[in-house]
C-alpha cells in the first residue's frame, strides 16, 4: 500500500521532530513505515566515537510536530553487502 502524497518521509532526509515530552530529536530518515507511523533516525553517536551512530526508532503518534531539514529527492545509494557469516 503506497502513502498518501505529502505523508512519508523520503530515506537520506533530514529531519528534526518534537515529541510529546518536549524533546528535540534531528537524524538522517533511514526508514520510514506508513502503516505503523514509525520514523527511523541516524544520529551521530551519543558516545561521541566518530564511526559510530545512534538509531532512533520514532513512534509519530507521539511527535507534536516534524520539520523536514533537507528533502532528498535522488535514489539512495545500494545497499553494502553483507557478511552472512559473521
Do not use: W
Not at 498518501?4 to 533530514?14: I, M, T
Not at 513505515?33 to 566518530?50: F, I
Not at 523536514?68 to 552472512?84: C, G, K, M, Q
Amino acid at each position: 500500500m503506497a502513502a498518501p502524497p505529502g505523508e512519508y518521509f523520503s530515506v537520506g532526509s533530514q529531519v528534526s521532530c518534537r515529541t510529546c515530552q518536549e524533546q528535540r530529536l534531528q537524524g538522517e530518515v533511514v526508514a520510514f513505515d506508513y502503516q505503523s507511523k514509525m520514523l527511523a533516525l541516524k544520529c551521530p553517536s551519543s558516545s561521541g566515537k566518530p564511526n559510530h551512530a545512534d538509531i532512533l526508532l520514532i513512534n509519530l503518534q507521539y511527535v507534536s510536530e516534524v520539520e523536514i531539514i533537507n528533502d532528498r529527492t535522488e535514489t539512495p545509494p545500494p545497499l553494502a553487502s553483507l557478511n552472512v557469516s559473521k
